[in-house]
């Protein structure tokens, strides 16, 4: 089965633009999760959406939105960029919603906004 | 709200010493429990899970970790570790009540050859 894979692999943004990332999850699970992974602050759940619907989100401003097709592709987008926003980007694909089963981490998108 | 909190952001060790890596979780009720880890320029895989049943749990690669309910901790071990356990590790939890998995900020782990 081919791994959970992450498109761009890496971006430059300027403040105040906006961005799409891209996540396809392993073949058969309908569950991906969204995470920003920053060196000082870890892993942070921005959210989960489980057959096209959103099922639960992080703590992140609104500017943070995603969305998931009905072949469980998911996008994720953030508007009016800020430098603190720079991350790197981690989806996270299961079989399950909610966190009840393991999750299989794609390579990421880091995003660097000047 | 619940965390998860692990106790060393780096550690480092020479080859064949023993790991104990910390991990303290606030929720009080069912929680799920894992220890992912990132090696050098790979993807977060999963090491171990607990989810019910034996506290004791084993994982890939000589990696175990014990729920103890009572201290709310789920610590990571590793009897004699090797050069290629240099890595990231990551504790998370999951609480049933709001089915979000919570990571913990990590522990940079260098081992010395």
């Known amino acids: 089965k081919a791994g959970v894979t992450q498109t761009p692999r890496y971006l430059i943004k300027t403040r105040g633009q906006q961005v799409t990332l891209s996540c396809s999850p392993i073949s058969g699970h309908r569950s991906v999760s969204w995470y920003q992974q920053t060196p000082g602050q870890g892993l942070q759940f921005l959210f989960e959406?489980?057959?096209?619907?959103?099922?639960n989100k992080g703590n992140f401003p609104g500017r943070f939105s995603g969305r998931q097709f009905s072949n469980s592709r998911s996008e994720m987008n953030v508007s009016t960029l800020e430098l603190g926003d720079s991350a790197l980007y981690l989806c996270?694909?299961?079989?399950?919603?909610?966190?009840?089963?393991?999750?299989?981490f794609g390579p990421g998108t880091r995003l660097t906004v000047t | 709200a619940q965390s998860v909190s692990q106790h060393n952001h780096h550690v480092i060790l020479s080859e064949a010493a023993s790991l104990e890596l910390g991990c303290n979780y606030s929720?009080?009720?069912?929680?799920?429990l894992f220890w992912y880890v990132q090696y050098p320029g790979q993807h977060l895989q999963l090491l171990l899970k607990?989810?019910?049943?034996?506290?004791l749990v084993k994982g890939i690669k000589g990696f175990e970790a014990e729920f103890i309910k009572s201290k709310f901790s789920f610590n990571l071990r590793k009897p004699s570790v090797q050069w290629s356990d240099t890595a990231e590790y990551f504790c998370?939890?999951?609480?049933?009540?709001?089915?979000?998995?919570?990571f913990g900020k990590g522990t940079r782990l260098h081992i010395l050859p």
């Open positions: 996270a694909s299961s079989s399950s919603s909610g966190g009840s089963d393991e999750q299989y």
């Open positions: 929720y009080g009720g069912t929680v799920n």
């Open positions: 959406y489980f057959s096209e619907t959103q099922r």
């Open positions: 607990y989810f019910s049943g034996d506290p």
């Open positions: 998370a939890g999951r609480d049933y009540r709001d089915d979000k998995i919570i």
